[in-house]
C-alpha cells in the first residue's frame, strides 16, 4: 500500500512540473504576441498619419514687398476772382446849396410863415464861416391863428461843432407875443448848419439869431 502512495506522489510531482512548463510556454508566447502586436500597432499609425499629412503640407515663398510709397500731390484749386466793388455814391455839394429861404405857406391853415435869415450869416463872409443848410418853418400856433394874430419872434441860439443848434432862448424884446415861444424854440431845433471852420477845426458859434415871422394869408 505504501508503494501506492508513493507512487501516486511521483506522478502528482511530474503532473506538476508538466503544468508549469506548459504555463512558461504560454505565458511566453503570450508575452511575445503582445509585443509583437504594440510593435505593429505603433508602425501602422506612423505610417497612416504620415500618409494623411503628406499631402497637406504648404510651402511658403516670402517675397520682399516694395516699401517705396508714391504721395499724390494735390493742387490747391485757384480761387474765383473777387467781384468788383460797388461804385461810390458821389459826395453831396453842400458849398453849392442856395442859403436863401422862400416864403412857406401852410394849407392846413390859412396862415403863412417867413423865415429870416439873420443871425450873422452874411453872403460876404469867408468859407470858414458857418452857413445854414436845413431851416424848418415853425408850426403856426392854433391860438394865434384863430385870434387872427400875427408878428414875429427872434430866437437866439449856438450853433454847435456837428451843425447842429442847441441852447435856443427867445429874446423877449424882440417878440411880439409869448403865444409864438415854444413854436419858434421847436423849430430853431431843428435847423441844421455847416459848422464854422478855423484852423482846421470845427468850432462852435454863440450868439446866433433868427426871427420868425407869422403873417396870416388873406382869404
Known sequence: MSLTINQKLSSNQSGGLSRVGIGLVLAAFVTLSLFWLMQYLIDTADRTLNEQTAGNVLDFVR?????????????????????????????????????????????????????????????????????PIVKVAPIYPSRASARGLEGFCVVEY???????????VVVESQCTSSVFHRASVSAALKFKYKPRILDGQAVEVSGVQNKFTYELLDD
Open 158 to 168: 449856438t450853433v454847435t461843432k456837428l451843425g447842429t443848434t442847441k441852447d435856443p
Open 63 to 131: 517675397v520682399k514687398r516694395d516699401e517705396a510709397i508714391e504721395r499724390r500731390q494735390l493742387k490747391p484749386k485757384k480761387p474765383p476772382p473777387p467781384e468788383a466793388p460797388p461804385p461810390q455814391p458821389p459826395t453831396p455839394q453842400l458849398d453849392n446849396l442856395n442859403p436863401s429861404a422862400n416864403k412857406i405857406a401852410i394849407t392846413a391853415v390859412p396862415v403863412e410863415t417867413e423865415i429870416a435869415m439873420t443871425g450873422g450869416f452874411s453872403l460876404g463872409v469867408g468859407e470858414g464861416d458857418y452857413l
